[in-house]
């Protein structure tokens, strides 16, 4: 049995003037390739839908993977009928086989101008009759089911069952973002919030092994793979900051080593941008939630970018975070345990107004460039690929971004 689907896109892309041609192009071709994989056949196209034909079996993968497609305001299963009152009531009466309801409305789109009832003709009629079939009432505001019907030349398309998707805006069109990823809970939502603006994010992970375990490494690769579900297109820079944290544990005051080690780290980020193409880099940080998310310290480690860098979540409370988290599917993840950098050899009480000069004063006992280029020389790419594809496995030196290119 076959099932056919309308995905409705984020209504924002109506708003983006001559640009629209572009986003719209974005937004569509997000949509097919999250499909691409299910044996789907595009039936129709419109400036702001889409209408595939996919098997029943098909259908719970589908409705998984449109709820998470970025640009998609909402999806509906619909039933295909004649260009006619009649078919579209049999078609009613097949919708509302086992559903129950107190009110309900009817919404009519008739682009066909051909068809000989008005918009509100249409209603009206299919309104008395499914008011008929079920004793609920008429309700044009606030309705507990809303039933679409589309009337377009040659054929008729009812939305038997709606569901909202993600909103946003596809990837690709806002540019592209390198985000720092540990294995918290906080960066991965801010890595998707930006996405969900459009953003192209990198992932780079910054790991204590061998050091310590490579257990926030495997995080990393699973909090990517859950990511690239959302862009289906993703790379993770997994990056050895060991030998760095070595060289600041010896020349640093105890209280400093934490907005040290985020200093080195908005530095490395910043080369992988270069190389990646992009303007900007994304933070975790909610401000004031750690000592190292206070003012005076996220003012001192921001002055060791040249790069703008973005914070999405600073005005979010953790409670917010973790919401959004679990909405998301990162939250499981994230709070497995693990070993990170940033709480290696964390000092009992880190200083949280920061002295800038202190900072400078420490920096210029360490070899900088040397640390930067060692940890960029033994680092690791994996790219992720969505859906039906596995990321990319090897050694180190066969993962460099040099070597496989630009997505």
Known sequence: METLVLVNLFHELALKGQNRPFFLKKAKAHVKRALKDLDVKLLGEWPMALLFRLEEAAWPEAKTRLQETLGVESFARVLRTPPDLE??????????EGQTFGSFRITAKRSDKAFPLTSPEIERALGAFVKERTGAKVQLKGAEKEFVVRILPGAALLEAERHPGPGGLPPGVSGRVVALLSGG??????????????????????????????????????????LARFQHRLRLHLVPFSEVQRHIIAEAPPAYRVVLYRRYMLRIAEAIAKEEGALALCTGDSLGQVASQTLENLHAVNQAATLPVFRPLIGWDKQEIVAEAKRIGTYETSILPDEECCTLFAPKHPVTRARLEVVLQTEARLPTEELLALALKEREVLTYTFPGEKPLEGPGKEAFIMEHGPA
């Open 87 to 96: 078919a579209l009531k049999a078609a009613l009466e097949k919708a509302l």
């Open 185 to 226: 809970i906080d960066s991965p939502v801010a890595a998707y919030r930006l996405m969900r603006r459009g953003a192209e994010v990198v992932l780079v992970h910054f790991h204590p092994f061998p050091l310590l375990s490579g257990a926030s490494r495997e995080k990393a690769k699973a909090l990517a793979e859950r």
